[in-house]
């Protein structure tokens, strides 16, 4: 009997290392309650694809992840409650890379006793489809289908992949001081973000690495600092005393002055952004470029928000 | 009255007996103090408990079955007490001595200490023979102790401490006609002792074969100069002839000779190295004083609100063969606490086991008790803890970790070593102090809170969350360097004149280190260093007398109390070979008048050969110098009261403040969102601003009673300005008088002269400093907007200056805030409050509020990544508000207004919180802080 559990448990040993290791991860989806999304120009391009996709597996459930992030999904996709979306991407990051597989998942909300098969193919490297489909069809017999279904779209893919660092296309120029955002739909529960915001300038590939990762501490830090304490945790009512409620008035904009950096917060409707500054930032600059930066890529066309 | 003594011996020898292997925890203040009311022998945890507590109230609690009826009836205890304890000396005497003999026999494994004490024995023994016979005798007893502890009792009880003094009596006192042997003594020796007859003629032979016991030492006599006389000696032969009140009389009759031999025996005083402490307050009663309850009545309410503070020990005190339930606990308050402290196991070894797996000190914990959340704060010390506990729904856990963490620094403050507190420590003291602090931490109601003080208690408390700092009296620059000057006075000590000629040439004892001055409960200006600022503040924080003295006079007031963590931070410096500091002793001497409180830290020198038991009293020249000190801020000329009250109700006299109402942006509906994205729209905004508005019901009521209060406010002021005006012409009556440029200011007492002709136009120029900041405001502002200039648009709404040197200055006052009277106004200020407490943390500021070991727990920004660059040098918030104009419904009303902290690291720490609108230039806002707004 035990043995049978402790079987049925080493599924999960990936996602428990994943989990552990968390802070380490580029994705934000664990912190903020909202799943991580790639903001690309080719959105529309890809989106029949996927939706094809999901039609082949008889399901109405699909979507695209590049690097573990969103870049397009069926409508229905969409519907799944945040939690299922942060689950969805942390358990597809957490599994090993492979060509295709079959994993049953059960869905909190949506079917929290009945498994689906979640269904996914790795297209490129990073590139990978997804589908949560019924008893049917058979991983096999999908997985014949796939070349031919994104054959056309290998092209669009590797532009697609090569936004990774960055997570926001080329085309949008966001301000030179800004080192690093997170930008929070907490309406629709969509995360974007980005710590690599200007490209490598003759930095090696470690050090690079290392500064992305301290930016990434950094926001994460001042993430949890501002929510909880100014902003509301997205979606949740916080009944704490000692949250944003014990607050009279409501705090719009937030900031933070260090020796190393700066960092500054504005929430406006359901948009939440953190961004952090250079300590070179002139501290009343920083809420102009904080505000614009969030109008340029929330009301761009191919916000993914 | 006989009758029950004899069965109160009998009783007593019974229980002495049965305890003759108990862990018998005493602690006596032998040498307490005259003003003190605290002395008590409050048994171990051992002894009945609950008889015990009934009587400690009562200050009595050593024979706890005996003492039935006899002494409880009496209230004076004062008198009865003592002769109580003298009625039974001779069995304290065995128990203190097989005390002392326990706790020797516990550091016997320290070999060289025991040899230094033999040794300090040794020398004694050179002195006098009997006295090396009872150094070895003791010696060979503790030795055996180890394994035969019932046998130290009979020998322990010879242990003696003997002394010779020659005196040379002052026979020319003598007026002949003294009748009584006590009377002739304190005029030949300046030696009082004790009488027990109380005036009761037929008493007396009752007392016959009792001690004579030095109730005290007049100051300036020859015993005194001696110094080896203490309270609560023996004294047993005269010129080597045994003395007691049967012959008293007669021996000093007889004394002829120029000098004469007292023998005296010096009691073994078990606790604390005694400290001479005084701790007068109103009433007598520091709870009563304060919060206008008793003792117990504050018990009660805190065992209702499930609070408890323990110190819990794992170290098995003895190997005693009767274990009790309690031995754990070293002390518990409120003693009528059941059900946490029957969970004081859980305390323990969480504590202990934390300790022992992680390495590191439990901090707090939570516990969900009767469906109530309890908070629980730790202090680890060794093997011992000292547990908080305090209700979740009435104070938040990092508050009671603060409560905690002050209180502890206080003990290791006063006591240095914070383990022995809790064993030795006078605990009726104890007990009020921790009620004070317990009760100040929830926020109980208190029946001295009175209904003229209502304060923004968001402010308020956001500013006493912090023991260290006290709030800073705004006074304008003349009348601080007034008071800087009378201080400077009395701290040069320049008693000279004041002192008797024998006094004069002995080498001075006492330096005042620093002296700070309060009014009110604000500080008005300190010369103390910022660390002993911070302790001094604590020290009157926690005894709750700052809060006293806001709203009574407190003339009665006067605290001297050691500050031995000083003297042990001397000693940790490690000085050259050779080279042997004198042993300084500090003391904190704090003396009350009207509303003022003047504390003076004090450093005691002690020459080695000085008697380590010497007390260090307060000198009477000392406080009678502070009172006058005092006094001198009251004369005529200074009126200081006057210029405080001033600045606690002018509201005109600080940088002008801005009212929030009057820089609200008004817009239809329509475009409320258009002009939210605009961040300068408020431009125009002061233009059409000019409408009254209240932003929600709760605002309206606010408004209404605020008003009412203004009207009171305004009544009193007028009257005060017709005050003014006298004072005004009386003052340059003084100035024609007193004219002349007299610089020399010896005579501390008397009317300050310096300070006359520069205060005539202090009125006129109070508001100097702030009308040179507004003109930089101006200057610079004037182009822009205009915005942290004087006036009704100003866009500066509020400021806190937190320094923990200066104290903290806040703005507007409390009087300001009542005068504005608006309801936006008080939500802004409240929100502010808030915010600056968020910040506060933030800003890591307060880092150096506790000790090192501490530090990990504070909110530290980053863990990760280095600390040094992500501390947070300034931090702000924008917070907007709308709301329906009251006038036009139509129309909604908006303000936007930043809240920014930022810490300033030179010239020394401090904190700055500044409110000011959001349409405020930057540059302004940059000037503004570099002119710290004003402070």
Known sequence: MRTREYENMTVCFQLVDFLLQQAASPLFSDLTAAVDVLMVSEASVLQPFIEALAEAAESPYGCLLVGGRIVVATDRWWVLTARELTLLSTLLMSLPECSARDVPVYLPHGSPTVPHRLLTFELLRNVMACVICGPSPPLSELEREIGRFWMPAVETLKSVRKTLPRNIPHSIEVDANILGFILINTSTHRCLNSVSLIGASGRGQGEEQACQEKRRAVLRSFYTMVVGSYFNRGGEKSGESSGPSELSHQPTDTYIVCSGHKCYAHTSGKYQIFVLFAAKTPTFAMRSVTHKTLNLVVKDKSSPL | ?935
């Open chain 2, 1 to 935: 009255m006989r009758k029950p003594r004899g069965s109160i011996e009998q009783s007593r020898k019974h229980q002495n007996s049965n305890q003759a292997h108990a862990n018998f925890h005493q602690t006596s203040h032998v040498n307490g103090s005259l003003g003190h009311e605290n002395e008590s022998f409050s048994s171990g945890p051992k002894s009945q408990e609950s008889a015990a507590k009934s009587q400690s109230k009562n200050g009595l609690s050593r024979h706890s079955k005996a003492s039935d009826g006899y002494i409880l009836t009496e209230n004076s205890y004062g008198q009865l007490h003592l002769a109580q304890r003298l009625n039974s000396s001779e069995d304290e005497e065995k128990i203190k001595s097989r005390d002392a003999i326990r706790q020797k026999s516990k550091e016997m494994h320290q070999k060289s200490k025991e040899m230094q004490q033999r040794l300090r024995e040794r020398q004694g023994g050179v002195r006098s023979k009997k006295q090396s016979n009872a150094a070895t005798s003791e010696a060979n007893s503790s030795s055996a102790s180890l394994s035969a502890p019932a046998s130290i009792n009979s020998k322990g009880g010879k242990e003696r401490r003997i002394k010779h003094i020659l005196l040379s009596p002052e026979y020319r006192f003598l007026s002949g006609n003294e009748t009584s042997g006590v009377e002739i003594c304190q005029k030949l020796f300046g030696i009082t002792v004790f009488e027990y007859s109380n005036g009761k003629a037929d008493r007396q032979h009752v007392y016959r074969d009792r001690k004579l016991v030095v109730q005290g030492v007049i100051e300036g006599s020859k015993a005194f100069l001696s110094g080896n006389i203490s309270r609560g000696d023996m004294l047993i032969r005269i010129n080597d002839v045994d003395v007691s009140w049967r012959n008293f009389t007669q021996l000093l009759k007889a004394q002829h000779k120029r000098e004469v031999r007292l023998t005296f025996q010096s009691p073994k005083i078990i606790g604390p190295k005694s400290s001479y402490t005084v701790l007068q307050v109103p009433e007598a009663d520091l709870c009563l004083a304060t919060l206008g309850k008793r003792l117990a009545h504050i018990q009660e309410e805190l065992i209702h609100c499930n609070c408890v503070a323990m110190y819990l020990t794992l170290t098995q005190a003895t190997n005693d063969t009767e274990l009790d339930q309690m031995e754990d606990v070293v002390y518990a308050f409120p003693p009528g606490e059941e059900v946490l402290t029957a969970l004081r196991g859980l305390f323990i070894t969480l504590s202990s086991a934390l300790m022992d797996v992680v390495g590191q000190p439990a901090i707090r914990s939570h516990l969900q008790l009767n469906n109530s959340e309890v908070h629980v704060a730790y202090k680890q010390c060794g093997r011992d803890v000292l547990v908080f506990v305090m209700p979740g729904n009435r104070i938040s856990a990092s508050s009671l970790e603060n409560v905690l963490n002050s209180f502890s620094s206080l003990l290791v403050l006063l006591f240095g070593d914070f383990q022995s507190v809790f064993q030795d420590c006078d605990r009726v003291w104890l007990d009020k102090l921790i009620a004070l602090m317990f009760h100040c931490a929830l926020q109980l109601p208190s029946s001295r809170l009175q209904s003229g003080l209502v304060q923004y208690p968001r402010l308020a408390s956001m500013l006493t969350s912090n023991p260290y700092s006290v709030r800073l009296l705004g006074l304008p620059n003349k009348d601080k360097l007034l008071c800087d000057e009378i201080l400077n006075e009395f701290e040069s000590m320049d008693f000279d004149d004041y002192l008797n000629d024998a006094e004069l040439f002995l080498r001075r004892k006492y330096v005042i280190r620093g002296t700070s001055l309060y009014y009110k409960g604000l500080l008005i200006t300190t010369h103390l260093q910022e660390e002993q600022q911070r302790d001094v503040n604590l020290f009157l924080n926690c005894h709750n007398l700052l809060s006293l003295s806001s709203w009574q006079e407190v003339n009665q007031v006067f605290v001297w109390h050691e500050f031995k963590q000083y003297a042990s931070q001397n000693t940790r410096i490690s000085f050259p070979v050779g080279y042997k500091p004198c042993v300084t002793r500090s003391f904190l001497m704090v003396v009350g008048l009207h509303y003022y409180y003047l504390a003076v830290l004090i450093d005691a020198g002690w020459s080695p050969h000085d008697s380590q038991d010497q007390q260090a009293r307060p000198l009477p020249l000392l406080v009678d110098q502070g009172r006058a000190t005092l006094e001198q801020l009251q004369t005529d000329e200074v009126h200081m009261s006057q210029c405080c009250e001033e600045s606690l109700t002018n509201t005109n006299l600080d940088v002008a403040l801005g009212n929030p109402d009057h820089l609200c942006v008004h817009h239809s509906p329509r475009n409320r969102l258009a002009s939210r994205d605009l961040a300068a729209s408020s431009k125009s905004s002061s233009s059409n601003a000019k409408l009254p508005l209240t932003s929600t019901k709760m605002a309206n009521d606010a408004q209404v009673f605020a008003r009412s209060k203004s009207v009171d406010r305004m009544d009193e002021r007028d009257f005060s300005s017709q005050q003014e005006a006298n004072l005004m012409m009386r003052r340059h009556g003084s100035k024609h008088s007193y004219g002349s440029n007299d610089s020399g200011g010896s005579g501390s007492s008397g009317p300050s002269k310096q300070s006359k002709g520069s205060r005539v136009s202090s009125t006129t120029d109070l508001t100097s400093i702030s009308r040179s900041l507004s003109v930089v405001y101006i200057d610079k502002g004037m182009a822009t907007i205009g915005r942290l200039t004087r006036g009704h648009d100003n866009g500066l709404f509020s400021y806190v200056h937190l320094d923990d040197n200066a104290g903290i200055l806040v703005a507007p006052t409390d009087s300001q805030v009542l005068e504005q009277h608006s309801g936006l106004q008080a939500e802004v200020l409240d929100n502010f409050a808030v915010a600056c407490h968020r910040l506060k943390c933030f800003l890591n500021f307060s880092s150096k509020d506790f000790e090192d070991g501490d530090e990990k727990t504070k909110a530290t920004f980053l863990s990760c990544v280095d600390r040094k660059e992500t501390s947070i040098k300034e931090a702000g918030t924008l917070f907007s508000c709308s709301f329906q104009s009251s006038h036009d419904k139509r129309q909604i009303c908006s303000l936007s207004y930043w809240v920014v902290g930022r810490v300033v690291e030179s010239p020394r720490p401090q904190l700055l919180f500044v409110c000011f609108h959001e349409s405020a230039d930057q540059c302004m806002v940059e000037t503004a802080f570099s002119l710290g707004f004003g402070t």
